[in-house]
């Protein structure tokens, strides 16, 4: 009797201490609503208040708050399947809300979350999350949490919402990628560009052929620095090191399904016909010599490229695709395109055999025929190719998806010719460039300045009729990795550059720069609380 007396004591004791962390003064949400109306009073947020859901559709959401909430109370909430009620985080489809849009009301009342579908009901949370004041992380024992009375109407103004990570350059573990899959999901990111080979690596297990990832996946030493005269001359520096890794079906499926329970489609990148000497070293009869490569060891462009005159080369890059597709359920497949040299075309004769029976005049032509022809291929299966801009150049066909990176030209071109295009051009979304013009103690990067406000001056409609303004799917960030080889210095590099991006592909432009900031302050509390690395300078202006 006296054990039951000093439990139910304890449990009382329990839930009476610890501390109430009142509501914020103000609504911060990044990236910044469509719509808010601030309410009266707030709402209570205790250990004790139940989920309840009324769709199982919306599942993912529920598991996405339940994690936010065990960050503040050390438990999960219970959940109910059950339709809305006071006093408790209600989940519930609403069939007159758009794809990923979402109502989000908060009164002393209830909190009720109304979405057209589960991604909606994801950003939902993220921004309910973002309404928790910054002490509630970390803060010790609390016993509830004040959240303002709010009704936030939002949804995205871009359909696609993307970060590109490049593995091939360095190698990052499935832990690492779920990690960056989490930060999307913060920023309302929905689509992650997933660059998988290029010459410095293969890092996608092919059943049929093997040796992609036992030779191809591997280089024996990579460059320190850069190269000081640019030549890769007898003064470069190498660390000596073997760099490899990649990821089997397994684990590629692991990492798709993680993704979608987050809202976020992956694109696979298969690089053709250029960035190809992981390949040629895993199979030398897909070149135009035959002759057997190194994988290589530094950066910039390689003239080894895949022979296009070979019909063992599209049997070979055929075979590989469709292997991609069954791990990929993207309806978009990117085949790269880009930085793709002909010179090695000019001197072979299967190319020159190719060009002749094609009715070719031109080197670059065949890469046109090459795109095409993969394309037809991907619709087939069902799927639609996207490439960078270089498949401009070659000559492509209007269903193609077009990414635009050198600058918005190519953009603008595709669009005016009718194709679909994600902006992403260097000036505005290359993070791998300096976040400061004072890159005294900042990680080796590939060159430029990219500061957080000319990320966010970016308009990726500029130049475009009313018209041509609907062939822009959205924008996307990259990040090229030939000087970033830990996963601390990826995050570094997207931080906080990746928030003033998503509010672009969100709202369709940016706005008033300073009021971001003060928003982005609220946000920097998440980034603490997750123990994410980012640029500490931009909170000091």
Same mark, same amino acid.
């Given at each position: 009797?006296?054990?039951?007396?000093?439990?139910?004591?304890?449990?009382?004791?329990?839930?009476?201490?610890?501390?109430?962390? @009142?509501?914020?003064?103000?609504?911060?949400?990044?990236?910044?609503?469509?719509?808010?109306?601030?309410?009266?009073?707030?709402?209570?947020?205790?250990?004790?208040?139940?989920?309840?859901?009324?769709?199982?559709? $919306?599942?993912?959401?529920?598991?996405?708050?339940?994690?936010?909430?065990?960050?503040?109370?050390?438990?999960? @909430?219970?959940?109910?399947?059950?339709?809305?009620? !006071?006093?408790?985080?209600?989940?519930?489809? #609403?069939?007159?809300?758009?794809?990923?849009?979402?109502?989000?009301?908060?009164?002393?009342?209830?909190?009720?979350?109304?979405?057209?579908?589960?991604?909606?009901?994801?950003?939902?949370?993220?921004?309910?999350?973002?309404?928790?004041?910054?002490?509630?992380?970390?803060?010790?024992?609390?016993?509830?949490?004040?959240?303002?009375?709010?009704?936030?109407?939002?949804?995205?103004?871009? =359909?696609?919402?993307?970060?590109?990570?490049?593995?091939?350059?360095?190698?990052?573990?499935?832990?690492?990628?779920?990690?960056? $899959?989490?930060?999307?999901?913060?920023?309302?990111?929905?689509?992650?560009?997933?660059?998988?080979?290029?010459?410095?690596?293969?890092?996608?297990?092919?059943?049929?052929?093997?040796?992609?990832?036992?030779?191809?996946?591997?280089?024996?030493?990579?460059?320190?620095?850069? !190269?000081?005269?640019?030549?890769?001359?007898?003064?470069?520096?190498?660390?000596?090191?073997?760099?490899?890794?990649?990821?089997?079906?397994?684990?590629?499926?692991?990492?798709?399904?993680?993704?979608?329970?987050?809202?976020?489609?992956?694109?696979?990148?298969?690089?053709? @016909?250029?960035? =190809?000497?992981?390949?040629?070293?895993?199979?030398?009869?897909?070149?135009?010599?035959?002759?057997?490569?190194?994988?290589?060891?530094?950066?910039?462009?390689?003239?080894?490229?895949?022979?296009?005159?070979?019909?063992?080369?599209?049997?070979?890059?055929?075979?590989? $695709?469709?292997?991609?597709?069954?791990?990929?359920?993207?309806?978009?497949?990117?085949?790269?395109? !880009?930085?793709?040299?002909?010179?090695?075309?000019?001197? #072979?004769?299967?190319?020159?055999?190719?060009?002749?029976?094609?009715?070719?005049?031109?080197?670059?032509?065949?890469?046109?025929?090459?795109?095409?022809?993969?394309?037809?291929?991907?619709?087939?299966?069902?799927?639609?190719?996207?490439?960078? !801009?270089?498949?401009?150049?070659?000559?492509?066909?209007?269903?193609?998806?077009?990414?635009?990176?050198?600058?918005?030209?190519?953009?603008?071109?595709?669009?005016?010719?009718?194709?679909?295009?994600?902006?992403?051009?260097?000036?505005?979304?290359?993070?791998?460039?300096?976040?400061?013009?004072?890159?005294?103690?900042?990680?080796?990067?590939?060159?430029?300045?990219?500061?957080?406000?000319?990320?966010?001056?970016?308009?990726?409609?500029?130049?475009?009729?009313?018209?041509?303004?609907?062939?822009?799917?959205?924008?996307?960030?990259? $990040?090229?990795?030939?000087?970033?080889?830990?996963?601390?210095?990826?995050?570094?590099?997207?931080?906080?550059?990746?928030?003033?991006?998503?509010?672009?592909?969100? #709202?369709?432009?940016?706005?008033?720069?300073?009021?971001?900031?003060?928003?982005l302050e609220r946000l920097r509390g998440v980034y603490d609380a997750e123990g994410y690395v980012y640029a500490r300078h931009v909170f000091a202006q």
């Open positions: 009797m006296n054990r039951i007396c000093l439990f139910l004591c304890a449990a009382l004791f329990a839930g009476c201490c610890g501390r109430v962390v @009142p509501a914020s003064e103000e609504i911060a949400v990044i990236p910044r609503p469509a719509g808010i109306e601030c309410g009266e009073g707030f709402f209570t947020l205790r250990a004790a208040t139940p989920v309840r859901l009324s769709d199982p559709s $919306l599942e993912t959401a529920c598991e996405a708050w339940t994690a936010v909430f065990r960050e503040v109370f050390s438990r999960k @909430p219970e959940l109910h399947a059950a339709e809305p009620a !006071d006093g408790a985080v209600n989940f519930a489809l #609403c069939d007159t809300l758009a794809p990923e849009a979402y109502r989000l009301e908060i009164n002393p009342q209830r909190i009720e979350i109304h979405a057209g579908d589960a991604a909606g009901a994801l950003h939902a949370v993220q921004s309910l999350r973002q309404l928790l004041p910054a002490e509630v992380y970390g803060a010790g024992r609390i016993r509830a949490v004040e959240l303002p009375a709010v009704v936030i109407s939002d949804r995205p103004a871009m =359909a696609y919402r993307g970060l590109m990570l490049d593995v091939a350059r360095h190698f990052f573990t499935v832990d690492e990628v779920k990690r960056t $899959l989490d930060l999307m999901a913060l920023h309302k990111l929905n689509v992650f560009h997933w660059h998988l080979t290029d010459d410095q690596g293969w890092r996608i297990e092919i059943r049929k052929y093997p040796e992609l990832t036992r030779i191809g996946s591997v280089r024996k030493r990579t460059l320190i620095g850069k !190269d000081p005269g640019g030549e890769y001359d007898e003064t470069t520096r190498y660390d000596g090191t073997p760099h490899g890794g990649y990821y089997t079906q397994d684990e590629i499926r692991e990492v798709v399904g993680y993704a979608a329970r987050r809202g976020i489609t992956i694109i696979p990148e298969i690089e053709f @016909p250029g960035h =190809a000497v992981a390949a040629l070293a895993s199979y030398p009869s897909l070149g135009c010599t035959g002759e057997r490569f190194a994988v290589r060891e530094t950066w910039d462009i390689d003239d080894r490229v895949f022979c296009v005159g070979r019909e063992e080369t599209f049997r070979f890059i055929e075979e590989v $695709l469709a292997e991609v597709a069954e791990l990929f359920p993207s309806r978009l497949i990117h085949i790269g395109g !880009d930085e793709c040299p002909t010179k090695a075309w000019a001197r #072979c004769p299967h190319c020159r055999a190719r060009m002749r029976a094609e009715g070719l005049t031109h080197e670059r032509q065949l890469q046109g025929y090459a795109t095409a022809r993969i394309e037809r291929f991907l619709q087939q299966h069902g799927r639609t190719l996207i490439g960078w !801009d270089e498949i401009l150049d070659g000559g492509v066909t209007p269903s193609s998806v077009v990414m635009s990176w050198r600058g918005t030209e190519g953009g603008v071109r595709a669009a005016r010719q009718g194709n679909r295009v994600v902006m992403a051009p260097t000036d505005y979304c290359y993070f791998d460039y300096y976040q400061t013009a004072d890159t005294t103690g900042e990680p080796l990067a590939w060159g430029g300045c990219l500061p957080v406000q000319k990320v966010y001056a970016f308009d990726p409609y500029a130049g475009l009729t009313a018209a041509e303004r609907a062939c822009v799917l959205g924008v996307q960030a990259n $990040l090229w990795t030939e000087y970033i080889a830990d996963f601390r210095q990826v995050q570094y590099m997207l931080l906080p550059r990746l928030a003033a991006l998503c509010e672009v592909g969100w #709202c369709g432009s940016g706005g008033d720069y300073p009021e971001f900031l003060r928003r």
